[in-house]
């Protein structure tokens, strides 16, 4: 709610702006706080919502980012040509609003095994305590690899494909098809994650690979065309990285719980989002620099997309990522529930009419 609150401040404020920096105290510090406050505890609470589930859960959440990328971009475009930029960030200012009576909705659950008290301390709040253990150590250094070169296409797809030769229309389609193909893969990934087919440690690293194979493609594949064109081939490597980014997506939350229990869930999605974020710092401004030096993004898209991959070996050292021949891990009462291929903690309760204690492994 407080989130909702600071990104419709965030756009407000900036509609009044007068100078750069006010856009970039509106739209980068109140904005952008706010969305932070949003997505983690959104993302988080989703998790403890659903067990059996889970992953496909977050999936569907996720899409919505997916179809807002195809949606808003035209939108926002009419928006600036009906109102002038500061009539759109008013609009947008007032229907970002509508977060807090959505943040209002998430009701949070008292589960098994979560601590008995609020985190003492700002490294307990914060979730710090988390990098102590190695698997999520493992994962925030590959997550943060990753988000090296995420975040490249969503600045700079759009003008590779102006530089390849194609018009406006030829430009946007590439945009369109990739944010569909990442819409679709993300329902389809979550489905598949939680059938337990596959660990879901496993499945990260393997569609993060594919993602930076996807950025690789991008960058390599010729286009012959002109502005009539619809760069039929780079149509087809957008939309096979759109499948491959939207595989990985709802992984990365997916994978969460079993690395660091429910109850952690939520501190680790904000900082997973962090992590990401850090690397974003780097991935675009790095992108940019190398256009300017080359004049064309071919470098850009290769040098990113060796970021993603190096980031999805790191993933190999998660535990259930690689193949062995040990026998699985089975637990001495029930078994995990599917998806969650990672050991689950037994948490002691107490029933009402037994002063026993009983274990549970239910999240």
Do not use: K
Request: with cysteine; glycine share 16%.
């Amino acid at each position: 709610m407080v989130g909702g609150i600071l990104t419709s401040l965030g756009f407000i404020f900036s509609a009044f702006a007068g100078s750069l920096l006010h856009l970039y105290l509106g739209l980068g510090v109140l904005a952008g706080s706010g969305w932070a406050l949003v997505f983690a505890p959104a993302v988080g609470t989703l998790s403890r919502y659903f067990s059996r589930r889970r992953v496909l859960a977050v999936g569907l959440a996720l899409t919505g980012s997916g179809a807002s990328s195809l949606l808003l971009a035209p939108a926002l475009q009419l928006l600036l040509h009906t109102f002038g930029w500061r009539g759109a960030l008013l609009l947008l200012g007032a229907i970002t609003l509508h977060l807090t009576p959505c943040g209002a909705l998430l009701r949070p659950l008292a589960l098994p095994g979560d601590p008995p008290a609020a985190p003492h301390g700002p490294l307990a709040a914060l979730g710090l305590g988390l990098f102590a253990r190695r698997s999520f150590l493992v994962f925030a250094l590959g997550t943060a690899m990753v988000g090296g070169g995420y975040f490249v296409p969503y600045v700079h797809l759009a003008p590779h494909a102006l530089d390849q030769g194609l018009g406006g229309y030829g430009a946007a389609l590439v945009v369109a098809v990739a944010a569909v193909a990442d819409a679709g893969a993300r329902l389809v990934c979550g489905w598949l994650a939680d059938q337990g087919w596959v660990p879901l440690t496993r499945l990260l690293a393997v569609f993060g690979a594919l993602t930076g194979l996807g950025l690789l493609a991008v960058g390599l594949v010729p286009v012959v065309g002109n502005e009539e064109a619809w760069g039929g081939s780079l149509l087809a490597t957008a939309g096979a990285y759109g499948l491959s980014t939207g595989g990985y997506t709802p992984l990365v939350f997916g994978v969460l719980p079993g690395l660091v229990g429910i109850e952690g869930v939520v501190q680790a999605t904000g900082l997973v989002m962090m992590l990401m974020s850090l690397g974003g710092l780097l991935g675009p401004p790095l992108s940019g620099f190398l256009r300017d030096e080359t004049g064309d993004f071919t470098t850009s898209f290769l040098v990113c997309g060796s970021l993603v991959l190096s980031g999805s070996f790191i993933y190999l050292g998660l535990p259930g990522a690689m193949p062995s021949c040990h026998p699985a891990w089975s637990p001495a009462t029930a078994p995990p529930e599917r998806g969650e291929l990672l050991p689950i903690p037994q948490v002691a309760l107490l029933s009402p009419g037994n002063p026993h204690s009983t274990l549970d492994t239910a999240c």
